[in-house]
């Protein structure tokens, strides 16, 4: 169970496509401003480049994990000991590029997940590798966290909390503002049906797919609720409380009648 209260700071971005280092820049010249006291930060799916069908241009910038983003948001992470969630593009040695979920702690280690729901109707599975593996669940500052990348969001199998496994799903996106009903309605079934916190960290902007809402990046608690905090620069902050997390869940608790599987 969460012992201390943590703090997120979902931060949309308006994505220039396919320039991963003007990304990387705006999102640093954002992270100045984050209040001090912010515990994890969350950027939008592949919010170095945004998305195309064409796998030329997605191959021409996938980076190894090695590589200049991951490298410049590890250094951040580690010398202002914060946390730092997204998806960027990468590559294999073989050639497979991936929608790779990073998962940055506040020293500065990293683990990945490659989203396994891949968005057919808009071309990704036909350049994309889909990952294979769940997400990792990842303890953080007493926190359970889960990431589950944009299209993961409308299987309720993949992202199911089995006997409590974990408190806060973290979903960076590209959800296009033509399908906005469907995205918040999502996110609040996931947050009810697995009594945990949900933070949906979407693009702004326009591309390939349409036109983004600022306001379609939302915090919500664990009765799916907008908890958001939205300030004048887009960031949306959310502070959990860890007290009214675990008493919610003592005095509420439909997961011991839940039925048990595997995936």
Known sequence: MPSRDL?????PL???AFNPKANIEQLLSRLDSI???TDLIVVPETFTSGFTPDRAILSSIAEPNDGPTITALRNWASANQKAIWGTTIACDE???IYNRGFMIDDNGSVQFYDKHHLFSYGGE???MTAGTHRPPTINYRSWNLRMSIC???RFPVWNRARKNDYDILIVPANWAASRSYPWNQLLIARAIENQICVMGCNRTGTDHYGNYNP???IALDNWGKDISDRRSDGTVYATLSAEKFNNDRRRFAP???ADDFTI
């Open 35 to 37: 209040d001090k006291d």
């Open 14 to 16: 308006d994505i220039i």
């Open 7 to 11: 703090k997120i700071a979902l931060i």
């Open 151 to 153: 299209y993961d969001l």
């Open 94 to 96: 073989t050639g497979n």
């Open 255 to 257: 997961w011991r009648d």
């Open 125 to 127: 599975n036909e350049i």
């Open 215 to 217: 306001t379609d990046t």
